[in-house]
């Protein structure tokens, strides 16, 4: 069975020393965590120029970026930029099936990236979001996913290779939120059958708070419950691996064994 998907969050030009080996045009870092968290488990590897690359530089520096990940591990990308030149330009050189992150439910936003999705075959992220900004309540979140749903079905793109975030904030400004993440995923889930994926980044969660990363284990395993597919996450915590492995089996959605943490981590 199909467990979680973990996406590697680091070689994102917002860490600094990813930043610096991007304006440096320095491979070795990027390789470095590249090996690191395929190492560590992660299914999918975020690629992110981050906000110091102008954004006519973007598309070569996501095309470098893409060639030297894939370099260094087997690992599909999960390509992060708001410049769809950028996104495009690490699909035209990735290798094997790529996924896109992200679009929102402006429709502008739908028109470019489900087709790019389609004529390259990639997966995609659909933000629970538009112009108007991120909604409170579960319910105004899911009418964005059935906005997403819509548009993806309508453009010919199938339903399990859309991954939809209804997007966490930070608990220390959007304490209120939280829950309702956790009731949009389950009302995602109901959308369409096949249901769309869930996604979350999780970290978002914790941002500017004390204890990060109990805040983002915690949370991963409440999601869980609500029927989460995947999360762009810190892989080099280990314990954030092992609950998700153990949740995975207190659900009944893997077969326990005395060693399923480690058979999580080899799937």
């Known amino acids: 069975m199909k467990g979680i998907e973990l996406i590697g969050e680091h070689i994102n030009g917002m860490f600094k020393d990813i930043r610096e080996a991007i304006l440096a045009r320095d491979p070795g870092p990027i390789i470095h965590w590249a090996r690191l968290q395929t190492e560590k488990g992660a299914h999918w590897l975020d690629i ?3 906000p110091a690359v102008p954004k006519e530089e ?10 030297t990940a894939q370099s260094a591990s087997k690992l599909p990308c999960c390509l992060d930029s708001t410049n769809p030149d950028a ?7 990735h290798r094997g ?7 929102s439910a402006d429709q502008w936003k739908m028109d470019i990236y489900f087709p790019m999705a389609l004529k390259y075959k990639a997966k995609i992220i659909g933000l629970a979001m ?10 105004a979140r899911a009418a964005l996913a059935m906005e997403l749903v819509v548009n993806a079905d309508m453009h010919g793109l199938a339903l399990q290779d859309l991954y939809i975030d209804p997007l966490a904030l930070p608990v220390n400004v959007a304490q209120d939120h939280s829950p309702e993440v956790i009731e949009a995923i389950r009302q995602i889930k109901f959308l369409a ?15 500017r708070c004390s204890e990060r990363r109990l805040l983002n284990r915690t949370f991963l395993v409440m999601c869980m ?3 989460l ?13 092992e609950a998700a492995a153990a949740a995975r089996v207190l659900l009944n959605k893997d077969i326990y064994c005395d060693s399923f943490v480690k058979t999580f981590r080899q799937r």
Not at 58 to 67: D, G, N, S, T, Y
Not at 87 to 93: R, S, Y
Not at 229 to 241: F, N, Y
């Open 225 to 227: 419950t609500a029927g």
């Open 97 to 103: 099936c790529a996924m896109i992150n992200s679009t």
């Open 87 to 93: 996104i495009e330009a690490g699909l035209v050189v």
């Open 229 to 241: 597919d995947s999360a762009i996450v810190d892989i080099q915590d280990d314990m954030l691996v």
């Open 193 to 207: 059958e096949p249901a769309p994926r869930t996604v979350l980044g999780l970290s978002n969660v914790s941002q």
């Open 58 to 67: 973007q598309p070569a520096i996501m095309e470098w970026l893409v060639r």
């Open 48 to 50: 992110n120029t981050g």
């Open 130 to 139: 538009n112009e108007q900004g991120v909604p409170k309540d579960s319910s």
